[in-house]
């Protein structure tokens, strides 16, 4: 039994560590074709652009992951979501329509990858850590090279043709199956606490990538730095929380990030290792989402992309001052406390009612 787990184990980190790659791949040729539009005005003013990507590669991911855990095939959503990154990612001779296949290419592939994820993650936030941490990586290098005028359309398409071989050979593009089983008859009680707790935990996304539109302060200036402990925080969250609990280290790490941005401004160290601290919860959020929605992982990872895409609308309307974002990491940290206490006795109900 125990080498039986192992070999899961080995197996969900190889996997994982390749959806990662392919992650920062993905994101590296999304934003920086992006940013090629938005910095031309290719057809539409820059915030219509900006609402066009948020809608296409976010917002859609609910519906997105909906279906796939209705059909199945989570490894091909992830090659489907490639070759229209790939195809997207030329047209910029047509950018509407190649925002339109690109954005939608990039929904279905982290719903793909998000679904075999949390199916190989047997509801820990380890591995949900290396999965989306690579994505803020390519994040920042999409943005440089975008700043830099460069869109390689043809390498990035080569490449994501490449990906999309290495899962079907590695990743088995099968059927997604899971044996989660919500009990026969659950309480109705059940499904008010699953209601706001679903809430709550989306409110915090939102908030978080609120927080991290205020892009780390003075630290700014050190190029990578940022980016580089948001990955680290990601990674680290997902394990340090599994071993420490989700709840009470969660909790504490976004409460320390606090002070910490609210001085980001002034100290770019104070920025790094807030942001570092803050970006930990990222992982738990996702994993315990999942747990929410037994045998719907793509609805679990879809919402929450939902939610970030409202966060990004909401940035619009935030003001860029750190008594703000003090304020809003602190809102953070209550809700995603109260979302976890209805978790808590949601899972709780749960086991008492299958005994």
Sequence with gaps: ??????????????????????????????????????????????LVIFLLYIMFAFATQAPLGYLADRFGYSAAVAVFGCLLVAIGTCLSSFPLLGLLILGIGNALFHVGGGIVTLSLSQSRATLLGIFVAPGTLGIAIGTTLGAANRHPALIFAGLLVIA???????????????????????????WDLLSVAILLLCATVALRQIVGSFGGGAAKEWLYAVPIAVFLGKILGGILADRFGWHRFTVVVILLSAPLLFCANTSPLAGVVGSFLFTMSMPVTLAALSVLLPGRPGTAFGIASLALAFGGFACLFIADDHWTLFALVCLTAYLFHVGMLCYNERVGVIRSFSE
């Design 164 to 190: 999309t071989i290495v899962i079907i050979m590695t990743g088995h593009p099968r059927r997604h199956t899971d044996n989660t089983e919500p009990p026969k008859k659950p309480p109705s009680k059940l």
């Design 1 to 46: 039994m125990a080498t039986k787990s192992t070999d899961i184990l080995q197996e969900g980190w190889g996997s994982v560590l390749m959806y990662g790659a392919i992650h920062l791949l993905v994101d590296v040729a999304s934003i920086s074709f992006y940013l090629l539009l938005l910095r031309q005005a290719a057809f539409a003013e820059p």
